[in-house]
């Protein structure tokens, strides 16, 4: 338990300190964890017998994340040009492999920059959501105090009150009474944000808690399935007593691009 608190304690200040450091070091920072986070993927489903584009994949994921991130500080959006280009390298890199499922592997490579890629994209996309090219940590890092206050009150009300199972099937922890709570929490994270972080209003901040707290949990929910069908308990080892990256960040890679959806729909 104590080692369990050091390093969530750590994660959270590296977390936080990453909005705060300025755009570049926030840049960065998201670009190297969602190729962590890739590749404790492909990590993942190779202990099932897959055998995804390692290589390719990453470098897809690393130009994915870099144009994207990229095209917030300058036009960078016709370089994107490269990567159909690079993502066709993928089924051809299967080609030369001797395998018995190729398109297994070519599916899980492309699934990969799906579910780790993909939403750190539009995470890092909600610190320029005010259209003006402006860098603001208010969006980003509002978004994970709320996604960790739905993820404590959730835990805190679950174990306390829990009767009622949520999802049995694939979380056998999670209770209905835990979903409540931690929709409470974060709502009331919202609230609180609103005071502070002006540029959206309370009802806004209420909305975007709503989302994080519903998609945060089928988040969840989903990567103990895909855990589960693996027969794999933790998605990794890197963070003592948390597990993998895909553990920490289940909830952030559903939620983060509904709510830049909502964001940029408010916004423009």
């Known amino acids: 338990m104590k080692q369990r608190a050091i390093t969530g304690l750590f994660f959270i200040i590296v977390m936080i300190g ?20 890739l590749l404790e993927f ?12 390692l290589f390719t994949g990453a470098l897809a994921g690393v130009i994915m994340f870099f144009f994207f991130a990229a095209n917030c500080y300058f036009p960078a959006y016709k370089y994107i ?4 280009i690079l993502l066709s390298f993928i089924p051809i890199g299967e080609l030369y492999k001797k395998s018995t499922a190729p398109f297994t592997n070519i599916g899980f490579t492309y699934l990969g920059l799906l ?30 105090i709320m996604l960790w206050s739905n993820d404590t009150g959730a835990y805190l009300v679950g ?9 049995e099937r694939h979380s056998p922890k999670k209770s209905w009474e835990g979903f409540i709570g931690g929709i409470l929490i974060c709502a009331l994270a919202a609230y609180i944000l609103s005071r502070f972080y002006t540029e959206y209003n309370c009802f806004d901040w209420i ?41 920490r960040f289940d909830g952030l890679l559903m939620a983060a691009p509904i709510v830049y959806a909502y964001l940029y729909l408010i916004s423009n």
């Open 207 to 247: 909305i975007m808690s709503l989302i994080i707290s519903n998609f945060g949990t089928m988040g969840d929910l989903v990567e103990s399935m895909f855990k589960r069908s693996l027969n794999v308990k933790d998605s990794g080892g890197i963070l003592p007593g948390h597990g993998g990256l895909l553990d």
């Open 81 to 84: 040009i490269l990567l159909p």
């Open 115 to 144: 579910m780790a890629v993909v939403p750190f994209m539009f995470f890092h996309a909600m610190a320029f959501t005010r259209g003006d090219g402006v860098f603001n940590f208010h969006m980003p890092l509002g978004f994970l």
């Open 18 to 37: 990453s909005n705060l450091l300025g755009p570049y070091v926030f840049s960065v920072f998201y670009l190297l964890l969602s190729l962590f986070c």
């Open 42 to 53: 492909y990590k993942l489903v190779k202990q099932g017998g897959m055998q995804p584009e």
């Open 159 to 167: 174990s306390k009150f829990g009767r009622n199972k949520l999802f």
